[in-house]
Nanobody
Framework: NLIESGGGLVQAGGSLTLSCVQS????????SAWFRQSPGKEREFVAV????????RYGPFVEGRFIISRDNVDNTVYLQMNNLRPEDTAVYYC???????????????????WGQGTQVTVST
């Protein structure tokens, strides 16, 4: 129900835009988010947005470099990533849920739907 694309290899300082197409039950999901996971690390919150595009939130490491957005006509959520750093290397996952929790949007276990992930590799 969630299919990510747009990952790849990029040099430090470069940009990538990830896409997540929501289908089936996830098309009406109220909350969409991006998480990432590196080998040996826990899944980490990146960004979240509500269905009305209100209330975007970002992980502290983003520091203004990423923008989350969505197109409800195409049922697609985007993550524009600029000024990428080697430490941004990870598998990026799209997640969705029917509820937006102001307290728990950053917790992975609160999301019901997940994509398969797309690899982002940032070289020095």
């Amino acid at each position: 129900n969630l299919i990510e694309s747009g990952g790849g290899l990029v040099q430090a300082g470069g940009s990538l835009t990830l896409s997540c197409v929501q289908s089936g039950d996830t098309r009406s999901a109220y909350t969409s988010a991006w998480f990432r996971q590196s080998p040996g690390k826990e899944r980490e919150f990146v960004a979240v947005i509500s269905r009305t595009s209100a209330l975007p939130r970002y992980g502290p490491f983003v520091e203004g470099r990423f923008i989350i957005s969505r197109d409800n006509v195409d049922n697609t959520v985007y993550l524009q990533m600029n000024n990428l750093r080697p430490e941004d290397t990870a598998v990026y996952y799209c997640a969705a849920d029917g509820v937006y929790s102001l307290a728990n949007y950053h917790i992975a276990t609160n999301y019901e739907y997940w994509g398969q992930g797309t690899q982002v590799t940032v070289s020095t």
